[in-house]
């Protein structure tokens, strides 16, 4: 069982897919986190015992902000609050990023801003610890004041309302905590708000798609080395020099993976003064494409982490003078913007995998391959339905690119004038990799396919451990069979990591 | 000389008036009717009776009642606040479309105006004076606030004019031209600028020049089909028929006659059993685009002979009443279709220009049509400028109609974007004509690289002819940017259109 201990500020994005993908996973607090919080829940103990008016502890909420609340009511606002922000709709979160949302939701609580209680700390704890994930609708958040919706549905389950998974079951939220043992939570001052403020529900979908971008972006340097391979084509646009030239990170990296992924190849050696001086774009260009999407995913881990160790609810509260401040830490532009160029990202590694496909299925271009990479054509049609497939899918993600962060509607009767879209943006990166990871995997298919015609004892000691992990699950195809089985394998054996793992027994990639 | 009474107005006739200069004059029925609506408007101001835009403020000021004395100068004021345009100024034909709409409008006699005013706007055009106004500043609703109102800046002698082609002030362009100014009295300038006229009359003119570019892309495609030797036979009439698009049944149609008396059409050159898509669907892509400009043209048409103004005054009800029929929205929504159909049928192009260039595809021509490859790329560049061009279309064609931002304190809270929809259509369709020119080019490349081997089709034949009365065979690499400049013009200007109809009849009539 792994173990985590949080205090605010040390969440990182492997940490994050650590304990979301891990059942058994179990967190703490820090004592001095611990702290912290005691010492700022007194000071707004102290506001509502002196009747001092604050946003959010005995106001209304948006632009019922300038109305005073008595302070008998004040409790019943927080309650309040949260019935009246749970209007989220559509489909449920995965289960993981519903998990993601209540850790990251907990972390920032531990810089001792927010003013919650110990009891509500503890409450994500037990839920996160045990299991109990609420049930989140994915749709509803406009990503300012930060995810209001979905996080209303999480304070519901908290609360023993709305609904959760326990053991894997859906059920009321009630039951769900009384079956794990966790106290039903009463919300105090404050308490409702600061639940419901935040960016947390966009930053863990951001934080779960960079999870499988990575996956993508390795295995995309390996894809195309095999793809490469099976087109003859020439690894000498990938020479050192040539990068050092243009000193992107990204485009060295990549440039570094394909050299030590194609090293040793006799199929290589074998075209080595073939007449065919340049390869097309979609094999030359593997360094600069890839390369750029690695630097993009780089600078959107960056932001992310920054986003996972703070604090983005409203108002804060700080115990230098006793101060309650409202400002806009939850508006998720930050976010929106590196959620959109990251989709554009992902995108463009799709992109450029269909154009390699194509090239291994046409004659004119697969350099003596057999038309759509199958024996009998006429009979058999081969792989010439997947490049279809790939297209479907590259072309809904050119639609899914456009960016939702440049959208804004004004809400709350013009008080909450301009929205990040930051949940929309997020969401449709969360897709974008998922169809990505199909595109990659019928290239998969098709590179595996082509070097097994080309003779694959004769590529790269590297590549030859890739093929194997891939033809000890997928067979190659002597005559047309149901094939979407084997592209939901393929898919599989990036999203499980498998191809990286069989590629980093020779070389440790770089990202 | 057209003669306007508030219907029956076309694209074509706008196109006449704005573009061609053809006279117009008011329908007498007409005058009538403007003259009794403004009877009726004169006695509810007397009897003071609360008319928005008349007696009132507007917009959000729309609760603010004037004083007698204010009537007059409001319509005044009203104007200068409302010519908050920017930049540079609209084409002449676009501002003279704008009138003649808004004549139509004042012609139903629903608007409460003078007819000093309506018959003014029949002067300017008549006499050639036409407003300098700036394209940029209309949401598209209430209509185009403000470049009608530097329309309306002559009716008090003011603002600016071209006359005779030269620039000069609105009082010298209309003394120049002997045309009185009638000064605006109470509803006047409202009833002048309060419309969609200019993205109607802009949408108008791109319909029509979209349809000319339609035909003109049948007659690329049928060149390439024939220097692809294409299987013709998707093009049978009875194919179209059966699913029953008339779009689809027009362009097949234009095809058969542009290709009908050569060795292709006629059997006596080999075919494949299938083409791709990029040759055999083409009747079903263009025709699709036939049918929504049709689409986009009845809606347009509705505009341009509706009543579009704000409020409304009915003088046989004794009643006027408040609405919204300014928002931009019926024309908006068509037209973001129309424009986008034309980057639609570009990427068609591009993609049988590409199959003229790659050897793989195109059946013996050589690569990148030049006979001396590697010394020679041919025609390889002129790719990566039509596929310049598609991807600012494609950028071009997401939709305005959905980008509504709240205007006037939230009182104009929803706003139709048409005018965003009319200018960037007009971009679509310069690159378009660009990317029809390159395919035009490599098609008559092609087409004599063939010529020895077999004879085309009437049409093939003469578009080839006028081709290269403007741009010689590329037999060895030149500067390619004159040749492809100057075909686009050629596409604009519709020549090969034009001589190609009058050897095989009209494109559209099948």
């Keep these: 069982m792994s173990k985590f201990e949080l205090n605010g500020n040390n969440l990182d994005l492997e940490t994050f897919g650590k304990i979301i993908n891990d059942p058994n996973a179990s967190v703490s607090i820090s004592d001095e986190a611990g702290k912290k919080i005691s010492k700022c829940r007194k000071i707004v103990d102290e506001i509502v015992e002196k009747n001092i008016t604050r946003y959010g502890i005995n106001t209304g909420f948006g632009k019922f902000s300038n109305v005073i609340i008595d302070k008998k009511d004040t409790i019943e606002l927080q309650k309040n609050i949260v019935l009246s922000h749970a209007v989220g709709i559509g489909e449920p979160f995965p289960q993981k990023i519903a998990k993601g949302v209540m850790l990251l939701k907990l972390n920032s609580f531990l810089q001792g801003y927010s003013g919650v209680r110990f009891e509500v700390v503890r409450t994500l704890i037990s839920m996160i610890n045990k299991n109990v994930i609420p049930y ?3 749709k509803g958040s406009v990503g300012a004041s930060g995810d209001l919706a979905p996080l209303a549905h999480m304070a519901l389950a908290m609360t023993g309302q709305g609904k959760a998974y326990f053991e894997g079951k859906l059920m009321s939220g009630e039951s769900a905590l009384k079956k794990a043992g966790i106290p039903v939570l009463e919300l105090r001052q404050k308490e409702g708000l600061a639940i419901l403020n ?14 499988e971008a990575e996956k993508l972006i390795k295995s995309a340097d390996i894809i195309g080395s095999l793809s490469l391979e099976a087109l003859k084509g020439s690894p000498s646009a990938f020479d050192e020099r040539i990068h050092m030239a243009r000193p992107h990170k990204g485009q060295i990296d990549t440039a570094f993976n394909l050299r030590m992924l194609l090293k040793g190849s006799k199929i290589v050696k074998s075209h080595k003064d073939c007449p065919k001086v340049q390869d097309a774009y979609s094999l030359r260009c593997m360094p600069q494409v890839h390369g750029a999407v690695k630097d ?15 604090v983005t609810d409203n108002p804060l509260v700080f115990d230098s003078g006793n101060e309650v401040i409202s400002g806009g830490n939850f508006h998720g532009e930050p976010l929106a913007f590196v959620s959109d160029f990251m989709t554009i990202a992902v995108s463009e590694l799709a992109s450029i995998s269909e154009r390699r496909i194509e090239y291994m299925l046409d004659t004119s271009t697969s350099d003596g391959l057999p038309a759509f990479l199958t024996s009998k054509g006429g009979l058999n049609s081969g792989f010439m339905m997947t490049q279809v497939t790939a297209a479907a899918l590259v072309s809904e993600n050119k639609v899914l690119s456009h960016p939702a962060s440049v959208d804004s509607i004004p809400t709350s009767a013009n008080k909450e004038d301009h929205v990040s879209m930051g949940a929309h943006a997020a969401r449709k990166l969360y897709e974008v990799c998922s169809n990505t990871n199909t595109v990659l995997a019928i290239e998969l298919l098709c590179a595996a396919q082509g070097l097994d015609f080309r003779g694959s004892e004769n590529t790269s000691s590297a590549l030859k451990k890739v093929i194997k992990e891939i033809r000890n699950r997928i067979s190659f195809m002597k005559s047309d069979r149901f094939i979407q089985p084997d592209i939901i394998k393929a898919g599989d054996l990036i999203s499980q990591s498998k191809l990286i ?11 | 000389m057209i003669v306007i009474s508030g219907s029956g107005l076309t694209v074509e006739k706008v196109v006449k008036v704005a573009r061609f200069n053809e006279k117009v004059k008011l329908h007498p029925s007409a005058v009538e009717r403007i003259k009794k609506c403004r009877e009726m408007l004169e006695k509810k101001v007397k009897s003071k009776e609360i008319m928005y835009g ?12 004037l004083s007698d004395a204010q ?6 004021y009203l104007i200068y606040n409302h010519a908050a345009g920017i930049g540079d100024p609209a084409p002449i034909e676009y501002v003279r479309g704008a009138m003649l709409g808004r004549i139509n409008v004042h012609a139903h006699g629903n608007s409460g105006v003078r007819l000093e005013i309506t018959q003014t706007l029949v002067d300017l055009l008549n006499k050639g004076v036409t407003p300098y106004v700036c394209q940029k500043g209309s949401v598209g609703a209430c209509g185009d606030l403000a470049p009608m109102s530097q329309i309306a800046l002559l009716m008090m002698g003011e603002g600016q004019a071209y006359y005779k082609g030269k620039l000069m002030s609105g009082k010298e362009a209309m003394d120049k031209a002997g045309i009185p100014v009638p000064g605006l009295k109470a509803r006047d300038g409202l009833a002048t600028i309060n419309g969609a006229n200019v993205l109607t009359a802009m949408s108008a003119i791109f319909l029509y020049d979209a349809d000319r570019w339609l035909k003109q892309a049948e007659i690329a495609a049928a060149m390439s089909l024939e220097a692809l030797k294409a299987n013709m036979k998707p093009y049978t009439r009875l194919l179209h028929e059966v699913r029953g ?7 097949a149609e234009s095809i058969n006659k542009i290709v009908s008396g050569g060795d292709l059409k006629e059997g006596r050159v080999k075919c494949k059993v299938q083409d791709a898509y990029s040759m055999r669907s083409t009747p079903q892509v263009i025709g699709a685009a036939h049918d929504a400009l049709a689409y986009a043209r009845s809606q347009v048409e509705i505009e341009l002979n509706g009543v579009g103004d704000n409020p409304i005054f009915f003088p046989e009800k004794d009643l006027q009443i408040s609405g919204a029929n300014f928002q931009g929205s019926p024309v908006a929504v068509p037209m973001d279709m129309a424009g986008y159909c034309i980057t639609m049928i570009s990427i068609l192009s591009e993609r049988r220009m590409n199959r003229l260039n790659n050897p793989a595809l195109s059946v013996g021509l050589p690569a990148f049509l030049t006979k001396g490859a590697g010394m020679f790329s041919g025609l390889m560049l002129s790719q990566y400028t039509a596929d310049m061009l598609i991807t600012e279309q494609k950028l071009l064609s997401t939709p305005a109609s959905i980008m509504s931002i709240p205007a006037a304190a939230d009182q104009e809270d929803f706003v139709s974007m048409g005018m965003n929809t009319a200018i960037k259509n007009f971009q679509i369709l310069d690159n378009a004509n660009g990317i029809l020119g390159i395919e035009f080019m490599a098609a008559s490349q092609a087409l004599d690289f063939r010529k020895s081997e077999y004879s085309f089709g009437k049409g093939t034949q003469k578009a080839k002819d006028i081709v290269r009365k403007h741009v010689e065979f590329l037999d060895i690499d030149r500067p390619l940017y004159k040749d492809h400049t100057t075909m686009k013009e050629l596409v604009r200007s519709g020549e090969i259109l034009d001589e190609v109809e009058k050897t095989v009849g009209r494109l559209d009539k099948y």
């Design chain 1, 136 to 138: 989140i609708p994915e």
């Design chain 1, 198 to 211: 935040g960016t947390q529900v966009m930053t863990s979908v951001l934080g779960a798609s960079l999870l």
């Design chain 1, 296 to 310: 993009t995913y780089n600078h959107a881990k960056k932001i992310l982490e920054t986003e996972m160790n703070s």
């Design chain 1, 501 to 511: 793992e069989a590629a980093e027994n020779s070389v440790k990639l770089k990202i």
């Design chain 2, 54 to 65: 008349v007696n009132t403020g507007i917009g959000e000021f729309s609760e603010v009642v």
């Design chain 2, 71 to 76: 009537v007059k100068d409001f319509q005044k």
């Design chain 2, 245 to 251: 698009f008339k779009g689809a049944i027009r362009s």
